[in-house]
C-alpha cells in the first residue's frame, strides 16, 4: 500500500491513476487493500498499473461518446463511464486477457447507459404526473436533438446498435462481438431502428 | 432514405464526439458535479475571510494559527486534537480486516474519570479543524494540518470534500451521565460511488484541546460481518448513526462480493458502547436487505 501510494501520489493525477488511488485506498473488491493485500497480478507493478492508464485514456472518449449518445446527459455519461472502468480495473486479471477489453468495457457502459436512461425517464413521467407541469421539471436534454432523442426512444438493443455503429463507427461484426449478440441480430435491430427512424423523421418533417 | 438517415445519425452524432473531446477525463464531476462548484466558491471566500481572521487574531493575541478558526465568527474554534499513534494505526485498516471490536485499543488520550468539559451541544462542529486521519477509510492528499472545515464544508485542493451534511447525534455513550456527540463525516473523492461516511465520537473532556476528545472510530469487523452470515470479503464505506439508552447505533452500508458499486445490497447494524478504552459490542449485529428497485 505504501509503495502504491507513493507511485501514484501525484498533486495532480489522471483520472485513471485516481481510479487506481482510489481502489489502493478503498480495499474494494479483489484490489488491494490497505493492509498490504496484493494487487491483482497485472496491476501489481508500475508497468502493469501504466499499462491500465494508457487503456483508459486510449479508450476512454469513444465510450464516453457512446453512452453520452444512449443518455443524453454528460454528467451521467461521464458517472456511467468511469464506473465502468472501475468495475474493469477490478476485474482487470481476467479482462486485460481478452483480446478487445475496450469492447468489455463499451458492453458494460451500454448496458448501464440503457438501464439510466430508461429509469430517469419513468421518474420524469412519473413526476410530471404528479407535479401536472411540464415547465417545472426543466427541459428534457433531448430538445435540440430530436433525431439522436428518437434514439434513445428505440428499444434498448436497437438503441444500442445504432449508437455502437454510428457514434463508434463499429462494424455489424464488431457491434455483435461488442453486444455479445450474432451478426443476424445486429442486422435485424439495425433494419428496424431504421425503419422505426425514418417513420419518425417523415412524420417531423409532416408538421 | 436509409443513406439519408446514416449520414444524418452521423452528422449529428459528431456532438457527442465533441462532448467526450472536451471533457477532461477527470474525476471530479460526476454526481456532485454542482455542489463542488458550489461548495468549491463557497470555501474560496471563506479561506479569504479566514485569512483576515488569522490575521487580525495572530496580531492580537500572537496565538497559533492552527487554534485561531473562528466560528461562526464570534467563538475560538479550536482545532480537534492530533490523533493519538494508535488511532492512526486503526485508521488505516480498512473496516472489514479490523479486529473484533472487543480488541479494539482506545486512544491514550481518554481517562476516567476525566474533568467534565463543556456541553457538548455548544460545540460547533461544522467549524472546526478536522485531523489528518479524519478520513480514515478513504481520502487521501490529506493535508497535513487537517481538513479546516467552513459551514460543514472542505474543499481539496484537487477534487477531494470533507463534509459535515446533518447535524451531530446526541447520547450518552460513555456513561458518565454527560452527553457525547457523533459526527458523521463524509470523505469523498468526487468519484460516484466513493463516498464514506465516518461516524466519530466526541466527548466532552476539560483537559483536551477545545473542551471535547475524540474516541477511537467504531467499525464494522470482520467477526460482525461473519456473524450475520456475510462472506468476509464484504465491505462497507461507512454509515448513519443514532444513540438510544446510552447505545451506539449504526448502520453500516455494505457490498457482498457480487455487489455492483452502484448498489450495495446489505445493511449491517451494530450496537456498541464505549467501556472507557474500547468500544464493547452491547447486542449482536443484524443484516437486513436493501432491495434494488427494478432498473436500479
Redesign the interface.
Known amino acids: 500500500m505504501t509503495t502504491l501510494?507513493l507511485t501514484l501520489?501525484r498533486?495532480?493525477?489522471?483520472?485513471?491513476r485516481?481510479?487506481l488511488?482510489?481502489l489502493a485506498?478503498?480495499?474494494?473488491?479483489p484490489g488491494p487493500?490497505?493492509?498490504g493485500a496484493a494487487w491483482p497480478k497485472p496491476l501489481a507493478t508500475p508497468t502493469g498499473q501504466a499499462a491500465f492508464v494508457t487503456f483508459?485514456?486510449a479508450e476512454?472518449?469513444?465510450v464516453?461518446?457512446?453512452v453520452?449518445?444512449l443518455t443524453g446527459d454528460?454528467?451521467a455519461?461521464?458517472?456511467i463511464v468511469?464506473?465502468a472502468f472501475?468495475?474493469a480495473l477490478r476485474k482487470w486479471s481476467t479482462i486485460s486477457r481478452y483480446d478487445r477489453p475496450g469492447d468489455w468495457v463499451k458492453r458494460v457502459a451500454v448496458n448501464r447507459a440503457i438501464?439510466r436512461w430508461?429509469?430517469r425517464t419513468?421518474e420524469e413521467r412519473a413526476l410530471r404526473k404528479v407535479a401536472n407541469a411540464r415547465d417545472s421539471l426543466g427541459k428534457l436534454p433531448d430538445t435540440e436533438?430530436p433525431?439522436?432523442a428518437a434514439?434513445r426512444q428505440l428499444p434498448p438493443r436497437q438503441a444500442q446498435v445504432?449508437s455502437l455503429m454510428?457514434?463508434d463507427d463499429l462494424t455489424i461484426e464488431r457491434t455483435a462481438e461488442t453486444l455479445g449478440i450474432s451478426s443476424g441480430a445486429v442486422k435485424s435491430h439495425l433494419h428496424r431502428a431504421?425503419t422505426t427512424?425514418?417513420t419518425m423523421?417523415r412524420a417531423e418533417d409532416d408538421r | 432514405m436509409s443513406q439519408d438517415l446514416d449520414q444524418l445519425l452521423r452528422h449529428q452524432g459528431t456532438r457527442y464526439h465533441d462532448l467526450a473531446d472536451r471533457t477532461s477525463g477527470d474525476l471530479h464531476d460526476v454526481n456532485t458535479r454542482t455542489g463542488h462548484q458550489r461548495r468549491r466558491r463557497r470555501a474560496a471566500a471563506g479561506s479569504v475571510l479566514t485569512v483576515a481572521v488569522v490575521v487580525i487574531v495572530l496580531a492580537v493575541n500572537r496565538q497559533p494559527v492552527t487554534s485561531t478558526l473562528q466560528s461562526g465568527g464570534t467563538e475560538p474554534a479550536p482545532t480537534i486534537e492530533p490523533t493519538t499513534a494508535t488511532d492512526v494505526a486503526t485508521s488505516s485498516i480498512p473496516s472489514t480486516t479490523v479486529a473484533s471490536s472487543t480488541s479494539t485499543v482506545a486512544s491514550s488520550s481518554t481517562t476516567t474519570p476525566r474533568p467534565a468539559g463543556p456541553d457538548i451541544r455548544t460545540v460547533d462542529f461544522k467549524n472546526r479543524t478536522y485531523p489528518a486521519d479524519t478520513c480514515a477509510m478513504g481520502t487521501y492528499e490529506a493535508p497535513a494540518e487537517g481538513y479546516p472545515l467552513r459551514d460543514g464544508v472542505w474543499n481539496g485542493a484537487t477534487f477531494d470534500l470533507v463534509s459535515i451534511e446533518q447535524d451531530p447525534v446526541y447520547g450518552d455513550v460513555t456513561g458518565d451521565g454527560r452527553e457525547d456527540a457523533v459526527v458523521t463525516i463524509l470523505c469523498s473523492t468526487g468519484v460516484g460511488s466513493s463516498n464514506r461516511r465516518h461516524p466519530w465520537v466526541y466527548t466532552p473532556d476539560a483537559t483536551a484541546p477545545g473542551g471535547i476528545r475524540r474516541l477511537t472510530l467504531p467499525r464494522l469487523t470482520e467477526g460482525e460481518v461473519a456473524q450475520v452470515g456475510l462472506p468476509p470479503d464484504s465491505y462497507t464505506r461507512g454509515g448513519g448513526a443514532s444513540i438510544a439508552n446510552g447505545v451506539l447505533t449504526i448502520e453500516w452500508t455494505t457490498w457482498t462480493p457480487e455487489d455492483t458499486a452502484m448498489w450495495p445490497s446489505k445493511f449491517v447494524t451494530t450496537h456498541q458502547r464505549w467501556n472507557g478504552t474500547a468500544w464493547q459490542t452491547t447486542s449482536p449485529p443484524t443484516v437486513r436487505d436493501n432491495p434494488r428497485p427494478p432498473g436500479a
Open positions: 501510494s501520489h498533486p495532480r493525477q489522471t483520472a485513471a485516481r481510479l488511488a482510489l485506498a478503498d480495499g474494494a473488491g487493500a490497505a493492509t483508459y485514456e476512454r472518449r469513444r464516453l461518446a457512446v453520452a449518445s454528460r454528467a455519461a461521464e458517472d468511469q464506473e472501475a468495475t438501464s430508461r429509469r419513468a436533438d433525431l439522436w434514439v445504432i454510428f457514434i431504421r427512424l425514418a423523421l
